[in-house]
T-cell receptor
Framework: NAGVTQTPKFQVLKTGQSMTLQCAQD?????MSWYRQDPGMGLRLIHY???????DQGEVPNGYNVSRSTTEDFPLRLLSAAPSQTSVYFC???????????FGPGTRLLVL | GDSVTQMEGPVTLSEEAFLTINCTYT??????LFWYVQYPGEGLQLLLK?????DKGSNKGFEATYRKETTSFHLEKGSVQVSDSAVYFC????????????FGKGTRLSVIA
């Protein structure tokens, strides 16, 4: 098993550009989530999904969209990047929402 | 709402020193409690967990006991190594509904030889 994979590892965007952060897992996990990690803030939940076709907002959803068309993939879309979205983004998955979460290696995003 | 508070870092220790990282929580019901560790340049990985009061989670020499009376889940290790240098996150998960993990802000540990 590859576990949870994320691409790209690093990305630089200009303000206003759009992009999609990819996340995939091969463990047949139902629950997937996106977090951002900022200095002194810990991890904050952006969006999460409890299964294909079902998504919900977390603590800081503004400026981000998600969809879950398959069990394996959970992409995060930035429609119009802003400098405030400079952060490290982590995707995580678990068999069910109360189970241990497995994290990807992260995507470091810099918005200029 | 649910929350996790852990001690501010950074924490700097000499090799073989005793480690304690404090974690307290606020939650309704009976949450599960976790410690995750993040090594430099990597994602988070589960270190240990406890699912009910008085349970002790342990892994790699680290231990934490679920104390409902003090709403705490302090992380301890008797003798730290340089390789333990990382950021440690305390987290909780309410065992009901579609609720995600709630994380503390993390505590950075540096162990020097």
């Amino acid at each position: 098993n590859a576990g949870v994979t994320q691409t790209p590892k690093f990305q630089v965007l200009k303000t206003g550009q759009s992009m999609t952060l990819q996340c995939a897992q091969d463990m047949n996990h139902e629950y997937m989530s996106w977090y951002r990690q900022d200095p002194g803030m810990g991890l904050r939940l952006i969006h999460y999904s409890v299964g294909a076709g079902i998504t919900d907002q977390g603590e800081v959803p503004n400026g981000y969209n998600v969809s879950r068309s398959t069990t394996e993939d959970f992409p995060l879309r930035l429609l119009s990047a802003a400098p405030s979205q400079t952060s490290v983004y982590f995707c995580a998955s678990s068999l069910q929402d109360q189970e241990t979460q497995y994290f990807g290696p992260g995507t470091r995003l810099l918005v200029l | 709402g649910d929350s996790v508070t852990q001690m501010e870092g950074p924490v700097t220790l000499s090799e073989e020193a005793f480690l304690t990282i404090n974690c307290t929580y606020t939650a309704t019901g009976y949450p599960s409690l976790f410690w995750y560790v993040q090594y430099p340049g990597e994602g988070l990985q589960l270190l240990l967990k406890a699912t009910k009061a008085d349970d002790k989670g342990s892994n790699k020499g680290f231990e934490a006991t679920y104390r409902k009376e003090t709403t705490s889940f302090h992380l301890e290790k008797g003798s730290v190594q340089v390789s333990d240098s990382a950021v440690y996150f305390c987290a909780l998960n309410r065992n009901s509904g579609n609720t995600p993990l709630v994380f503390g802000k993390g505590t950075r540990l540096s162990v020097i030889a």
